[in-house]
């Protein structure tokens, strides 16, 4: 039984390594203030967990100003938000 959750994780883990460059091989940013929870997952650091905090934010706070606003997400920090920064827009 153990194994089934791993083998599910494992495989979200993959697709999203595939769709990942796809995306960003577009040019597109994502944009914090409008992006569902499968965009916010296309980014660095940044799985279901956090992209749920990210939208429950915005939900709660209202839109993102600016993109450093993204670090007052619970557990988003400054590591996060470098490796994200390129890619990420609030227009």
Do not use: W
């Amino acid at each position: 039984m153990k194994t089934k959750p791993f083998k599910i994780a494992a495989c979200i883990l993959l697709i999203s390594m595939l769709v990942v460059p796809v995306y960003l091989m577009a040019g597109e940013k994502v944009n914090l203030n409008t992006a569902t929870l499968e965009e916010l997952m296309t980014l660095e650091r940044i799985g279901p967990k956090y992209a749920q905090r990210i939208i429950d934010y915005r939900e709660t706070h209202g839109p993102f100003e600016k993109i450093e606003d993204i670090m007052m997400v619970k557990g988003v920090g400054p590591k996060t938000f470098d490796a994200n920064k390129d890619v990420i827009t609030v227009d």
